[in-house]
């Protein structure tokens, strides 16, 4: 579930990503779209003059190289004010894309850090439970020992008892009172502990209680 988590949150912060990287494409394409825009309206307004100047040049072509010289001018200037003012109209958009990509990734950043912080008390809170768990399971594992301890002690000693009290008893016959028992233990331990029972039943061979036979 954690993990199912973790991961919604990383598909929230890649889609938040992959939208301000929409935004910012569509940005850059829109400020491309204004600039051959301005340029094509430049160039129009050039042809523009340059046909006005002609016609004029047409109209007084007794003064024909005043008027080129003039044309020649004009025609610089004009491409010098378009110059300019395609440089102005270029600078606003370039702040304004700036202004506005800086504020999508402050932004981006921000969610980010929320994000991220969600992330790291989540695995805080996950790191805290798993340690819990380990302490409580390190505490069941030594009481588990511990009474495995004891049981075996406890078993060994009732062998004795029933070898020294009943030493003439068929092997089997006390089965019913101390019979082979599984250790809640790994699959080693529980090995270990059967052949020790193993052990004790053969070195006792003498295991229930008759009275009937018991001479």
């Known amino acids: 579930m954690q993990q199912s988590l973790a991961d919604e949150q990383k598909r929230e912060v890649e889609a938040v990503e992959q939208r301000m990287a929409h935004r910012l494409q569509r940005a850059f394409l829109e400020c491309a779209q204004e600039k051959v825009q301005a340029i094509a309206e430049a160039r129009r307004q050039e042809r523009e003059v340059a046909l006005n100047e002609t016609a004029r040049q047409q109209r007084c072509s007794e003064s024909g190289v005043l008027a080129e010289e003039l044309y020649h001018k004009n025609i610089q200037q004009l491409k010098k004010e378009k110059s300019q003012e395609m440089n ?128």
Not at 115 to 142: F, G, P, R, S
Not at 156 to 164: E, F, G, M, R
Not at 176 to 189: H, M, N, S, V
């Open 88 to 215: 102005i109209v270029l600078g606003i958009t370039q702040r304004k894309n700036q202004c506005e990509t800086e504020k999508q990734l402050k932004e981006a950043e921000t969610l980010h850090h929320h994000e991220l912080e969600k992330v790291m008390i989540t695995l805080e809170a996950a790191e805290d439970q798993v340690k819990t768990l380990i302490q409580k399971l390190e505490k069941m594992t030594a009481r588990k020992d511990s009474l495995e301890t004891e049981i075996q002690a406890t078993r060994q000693a009732l062998q004795k008892y029933i070898d020294a009290t009943f030493p003439n008893l068929s092997p089997g016959q006390a089965d019913f009172i101390l019979p082979l028992r599984k250790a809640f233990q790994q699959k080693d331990t529980s090995k270990e502990t059967e052949e020790n029972d193993k052990e004790y039943k053969r070195a006792g061979t003498r295991s229930a209680i008759f009275p009937a036979k018991v001479k």
